[in-house]
Nanobody, 124 residues
Framework: QVQLVESGGGSVQAGGSRRLSCVAS????????MGWFRQAPGKEREGIAT???????TYADSVKGRFTISKDNAKNTLYLEMDSLKPEATAMYSC??????????????????WGQGTQVTVSS
């Protein structure tokens, strides 16, 4: 079973930036759909960004223009660059994988491989 390990979380002031990383235990990024999700306290987990095996990206409206998803296939690493952070971005951020080449959406139930998450806290 492939394992995903996130890092990069922490505390940041509103307006600041943070980069999250997700390292996979196997070479899946060139073949799998990958996504970033977040879950705020008391809320359901939501998809925020996906990247297909060929590098095509999709963003939720709430983060479009401020967050950037990318990957380095050679390093088995997925990234989420977050800029202009707002307090409402405070959440547990997790990466996830679908064993298909194209993501075709951010429905969390379609993603079967998950990391343990990394906490991001944005203070005002």
């Amino acid at each position: 079973q492939v394992q995903l390990v996130e890092s990069g979380g922490g505390s940041v002031q509103a307006g600041g930036s943070r980069r999250l990383s997700c390292v996979a235990s196997a070479s899946i990024y060139s073949t799998n759909c990958m996504g970033w999700f977040r879950q705020a306290p008391g809320k359901e987990r939501e998809g925020i960004a996906t990247i297909d095996s060929d590098g095509r990206t999709t963003y939720a409206d709430s983060v479009k223009g401020r967050f950037t998803i990318s990957k380095d296939n050679a390093k088995n690493t997925l990234y989420l660059e977050m800029d202009s952070l707002k307090p409402e971005a405070t959440a547990m951020y997790s990466c996830a994988s679908r064993v298909v080449a194209w993501c075709a959406g951010m429905t969390r139930y379609a993603y079967k491989i998950w990391g343990q998450g990394t906490q991001v806290t944005v203070s005002s």
